[in-house]
């Protein structure tokens, strides 16, 4: 049995905009699993969009919700499962996570991530709300070793998320 049937899942981690959802979403096309996004999930099972439960609710009912959410997807098998950035900050979604899956950490340099985080999508990230070079720099620092729990680390800055995909796949155990 080679690593991809002994791995149930493939779970992907990383900060936020190391494009974690779009590289998820070829690597299942490329292994024929399903995908799940857990960002996606939460705001099924909350029925509202991520800022208005930070917002409504707080930080700490969105990990709430993220925790359950994980704990639902991982399990089922057969998945590449695109997580949040802050899904690993909570020790049971780490076990869980390396319990139920191999894990991918995506990382990638301030200068990208900045580049990223400010296109289209501003505005969907409550963390960043504000002066978002301030707000990123301030949550490397915070989680500087918080992917470092992963199977295997893929670096995205200079790559496109088609070149991502590939080298997670010649990475997989
Ligand atoms: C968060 C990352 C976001 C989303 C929420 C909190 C974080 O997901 O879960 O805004 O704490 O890093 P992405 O990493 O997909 O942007």
Redesign the pocket.
Known sequence: MNGREASRNIVVV?????G??TVSRLLSEHLGWDSK???EE?VKAAGKA??RI?EEDG?SA?RDW?SRVLQGVLSRERQVV??????V?REGNREEMLRRGWVVALTADKASLLRR?TGA?AG?????AGDAEERITA?LES?RHAYDFANATVDTSDRTPAEVAEAVVRGLP
């Open positions: 990383g900060f936020m905009g190391t974690k959802s996004d857990t960002d939460i991520i800022p930070f930080e969105f993220e695109a997580t949040g950035g802050g899904a900050l985080v999508e969907a990230r409550p963390l960043l949550l989680r």
